[in-house]
């Protein structure tokens, strides 16, 4: 009965995908779990451009894929037993590396938890979005074009050329990026490590540690040191204890919730246009847990009565 249960659960997710998308592969590679495919390559074989992939939550990682198709891929999330009311079944779905080469442009990750490397492994790749992921490092030897990056928490940072590109709302650890078009927009991001950026309007961001910006066009930043030049709105030798609810030696916040704006902080409302500087601030404010655009269980319970089960479920919608 049990094993009857986690199939349902997974079932009703899977349903709330078919909404969003017409095509849907369901993939779980938990033993004893029925679903349609047990590893994220056997659904990708099956897969043809526009379908969705999506990735259930498992204690298992899903390995390594090469993509050369245009394919949604959905996971359930990140760092989901540290902030409350994420999923029912707290397991990311992670996988260790993405490689996508010619015939992938135009994709769409959400959701995943990728522990290694996302690679952008052949030139001319465009029209990608990546939103609400884990994405441990983004690596590409490439020109890119047509990529937005939102949402993500990126802790070992990302590089290569980004050309009529979007870098918003999320977390970087470090940032190795360039334009030679002058065509990258980077905003209402949290910087920690090092950060290094050539031709790109840079706004709103908060900056900490190593940063060079080459023929960048800044303003509106709050930096640690002098990372950015007076004026413009940039805020120098900016206190990131006064920033941050939880920036140096804190307990009770999860890794991503800890770049909240506390009262008072120099941040709020320090933007070009009124609005708060860094993660959460903006019109798409970072979103805890990378909890993708479709409703989510994040309660279940069950009972039974007179051979009747009894289902107790609780939903919150997280577009």
């Given at each position: 009965m049990k094993k009857t249960l986690s199939i349902l659960v997974s079932a009703i997710l899977s349903s709330f995908v078919l909404v969003a998308h017409s095509t849907v592969l369901r993939v779980n590679n938990t033993p004893a779990i029925v679903v349609p495919y047990a590893t994220l390559q056997a659904a990708y074989n099956a897969a043809t451009n526009g379908d969705t992939i999506y990735l259930e939550g498992s204690a298992y990682n899903y390995g390594t894929i090469d993509s050369y198709k245009r394919l949604v891929i959905i996971g359930t999330g990140y760092f989901l037993n540290e902030n409350p009311e994420t999923q029912a079944n707290i397991n990311p779905s992670s996988v260790t590396t993405i490689n996508f080469y010619t015939g992938s442009s135009g994709s769409k990750i959400t959701g995943l938890s990728i522990t290694s490397s996302l690679y952008l492994s052949d030139a001319n790749l465009q029209d990608f979005v990546f939103v609400r992921n884990f994405l441990n490092s983004v690596n590409?030897?490439?020109?890119?074009?047509n990529f937005l990056f939102e949402q993500n928490y990126i802790p070992y940072g990302i590089n290569g050329q980004y050309e009529n590109?979007?870098?918003?709302?999320n977390y970087i650890?470090?940032?190795?990026v360039n334009s030679i078009n002058n065509t990258l927009a980077i905003y209402n991001n949290v910087?920690?490590?090092s950060t290094s950026l050539t031709m790109a309007l840079c706004y709103n961001n908060i900056v900490i540690g190593y940063a060079n910006f080459t023929n960048c066009t800044l303003f509106n930043n709050i930096c640690s040191e002098t990372q950015a030049p007076a004026g413009n709105g940039n805020q120098l030798n900016v206190d990131m204890d006064n920033v941050f609810?939880?920036?140096t030696t804190c307990t009770g916040y999860a890794t991503d919730a800890r770049y909240h704006l506390k009262v008072g902080s120099p941040a709020i409302a320090a933007g070009s246009s009124g609005e708060d500087c860094g993660m959460f601030g903006g019109s798409n404010p970072y979103l805890l847990s990378g909890l993708p655009a479709i409703p989510a269980i994040y309660n279940f319970n069950y009972n039974f009565n007179n051979a009747t089960i009894n289902v107790d479920m609780k939903v919150k919608s997280h577009n």
């Open positions: 590409s030897s490439y020109v890119a074009s590109s979007t870098i918003r709302n650890g470090y940032a190795t910087m920690t490590i609810v939880c920036y």
